[in-house]
T-cell receptor, first 113, second 114 residues
Framework: NAGVTQTPKFQVLKTGQSMTLQCAQDMNHEYMSWYRQDPGMGLRLIHYSVGAGITDQGEVPNGYNVSRSTTEDFPLRLLSAAPSQTSVYFC????????????FGPGTRLTVT | AQKVTQAQTEISVVEKEDVTLDCVYETRDTTYYLFWYKQPPSGELVFLIRRNSFDEQNEISGRYSWNFQKSTSSFNFTITASQVVDSAVYFCALSAINNNDMRFGAGTRLTVKP
């Protein structure tokens, strides 16, 4: 099993550009989530999904969209990148919603100039 | 609202020393779960432990132990006889049973020197 995979590993965007961060898991997990990690702030939940076709907002959803058309994939879209979105993004999955242990992907380091 | 506080931003110890990482949480829920994750220099997050609010027994796993005290809303993590490989950022996290909003602390960076 590959576990949770994320692409790309690194990305540089200019302000106003849009892009999609990809996340896939092969563990047949129902629950998937996106976090951003910023220095001194730990991880903050952006969006999550409890199953295909169901998504909801987390703590910091503004500027991001998600969709969940399949169990395996959970892409995160930046609509119009801003420097404040410079961060490391982690995708995670778990068997069911919290409070089950989450498996994290390797992360995507995004820089917005 | 749920909140997790890890007051120790950075800790540095010499190999073989014991070290305790503090975690204090706030929640109005009576049922909740606490977690510890490790983030080594490679960047990935590794699950260490989950504890529910009804189980206050301390847990030991090798050199790792966890002390959960509801009376002080704390879930502290102790590494005994630390090793260089323990160098990482450690995150404490809190989740209620009926929501999907896991809250992480800011993390504690542990450096173990040889």
């Amino acid at each position: 099993n590959a576990g949770v995979t994320q692409t790309p590993k690194f990305q540089v965007l200019k302000t106003g550009q849009s892009m999609t961060l990809q996340c896939a898991q092969d563990m047949n997990h129902e629950y998937m989530s996106w976090y951003r990690q910023d220095p001194g702030m730990g991880l903050r939940l952006i969006h999550y999904s409890v199953g295909a076709g169901i998504t909801d907002q987390g703590e910091v959803p503004n500027g991001y969209n998600v969709s969940r058309s399949t169990t395996e994939d959970f892409p995160l879209r930046l609509l119009s990148a801003a420097p404040s979105q410079t961060s490391v993004y982690f995708c995670a999955s778990s068997f069911l919603a919290a409070p089950y242990e989450q498996y994290f992907g390797p992360g995507t380091r995004l820089t917005v100039t | 609202a749920q909140k997790v506080t890890q007051a120790q931003t950075e800790i540095s110890v010499v190999e073989k020393e014991d070290v305790t990482l503090d975690c204090v949480y706030e929640t109005r829920d009576t049922t909740y779960y606490l977690f510890w994750y490790k983030q080594p220099p490679s960047g990935e997050l590794v699950f260490l432990i989950r504890r529910n609010s009804f189980d206050e027994q301390n847990e030991i796993s090798g050199r790792y132990s966890w002390n959960f005290q509801k009376s002080t809303s704390s879930f502290n993590f102790t590494i005994t006889a630390s090793q260089v490989v323990d160098s990482a950022v450690y995150f404490c996290a809190l989740s209620a049973i009926n929501n999907n909003d896991m809250r992480f602390g800011a993390g504690t960076r542990l450096t173990v020197k040889p």
